[in-house]
């Protein structure tokens, strides 16, 4: 009896998937302290916050009573320097 298409095409991957092993990848460990990684985010924050500004400013003069010119404001007023606090090191470094 001739397998079908589907068939061929199922015992070709059973055949492939026993031969290859499974190739895992891990992720590299970020080992930046958290006062660092806390600090870094705020910068990226910054930065996209001022590329929002940007947007906001190029907005087209019928889009400025609309929602998206709505979020934009909402997003370039927030104040990001609330968030640079001095964080503790830990474990008596303070």
């Known amino acids: 009896m001739a397998l079908s298409?589907?068939?061929?095409?199922?015992?070709?991957?059973?055949?492939r998937k026993e031969q290859q092993p499974a190739v895992?990848?891990?992720r590299a460990?970020?080992?930046r302290s958290r006062p660092q990684r806390w600090s870094d985010a705020l910068d990226e924050l910054r930065q996209l916050?001022?590329?929002?500004q940007e947007w906001l400013e190029s907005l087209?003069?019928?889009l400025e009573g609309?929602?998206?010119?709505e979020?934009?404001?909402?997003?370039?007023?927030?104040?990001?320097?609330?968030?640079d606090v001095e964080l503790?090191?830990?474990f008596g470094r303070d």
Request: charged share 50%; with cysteine.
């Open 29 to 31: 460990k970020d080992r």
């Open 49 to 52: 916050q001022e590329e929002y």
């Open 24 to 26: 895992r990848y891990r």
């Open 71 to 83: 979020k934009l404001e909402v997003v370039c007023e927030l104040d990001l320097d609330e968030l």
């Open 88 to 90: 503790p090191l830990g």
């Open 5 to 15: 298409n589907a068939e061929r095409q199922k015992r070709y991957r059973e055949r």
């Open 66 to 69: 609309s929602v998206l010119h």
């Open 60 to 62: 087209p003069e019928n």
